[in-house]
């Protein structure tokens, strides 16, 4: 496949960019906005080249889990992760809760500050994924920003607090 599916979304903050990468790199900032309406336990979050952020996903009932690897962090401009569906034994494994969901994306963020605001620019890429995790994305990519945004205003509230 050589058009492969790629989530962008583009969300401006009115803090500084210091603010909002504390927000998106404190674990305990980070588990109340992430994935908003769901408990969200961070297992580990090793914020580095190399490092590794565990999440676990509570909610109906069961647990989602997933092991972003991070690639590249560059502090307050840019983190890069593979973001990996996986098994309460933090092996690459599909969604329990959509099996054709890609088991592997790679994410990348960027902060970028103009006049005591700064924007975020997230893009999510499937990777190595069969055609069915391509479409599966691309089907729901419509929907992201609901999640997102929604995660989102959660970030307006804490930059308000801080």
């Known amino acids: 496949m050589t058009d492969l599916p790629v989530y962008s979304i583009t969300r401006e903050f009115d803090a500084p960019r210091d603010m909002v990468w504390r927000?998106?790199?404190t674990p305990a900032l980070?588990?109340?906005w992430y994935c908003p309406g769901v408990e969200t336990i961070i297992h580990e979050f090793d914020l580095r080249a190399g490092g590794v952020w565990r999440n676990e996903m509570k909610m109906r009932g069961m647990s989602m889990c997933s092991k972003m690897s991070?690639?590249?962090v560059i502090p307050v401009e840019k983190m890069v992760w593979e973001h990996a569906s996986t098994d309460a034994n933090w092996n690459i494994a599909p969604s329990p809760k959509m099996p054709d969901w890609p088991q592997v994306m790679l994410t990348e963020v960027i902060f970028t500050e103009a006049n005591g605001k700064t924007t975020v620019t997230l893009t999510?890429?499937?990777m190595n994924a069969s055609e069915a995790e391509h479409a599966c994305f691309a089907k729901m990519m419509s929907g992201m920003d609901n999640?997102?945004?929604s995660g989102y205003k959660i970030i307006d509230e804490i930059l308000a607090e801080l």
Request: aromatic share 20%; proline share 7%.
């Open 147 to 149: 999640g997102w945004g």
């Open 70 to 72: 991070f690639t590249e």
């Open 124 to 126: 999510q890429t499937p």
């Open 30 to 32: 980070l588990a109340r």
């Open 23 to 25: 927000v998106w790199t």
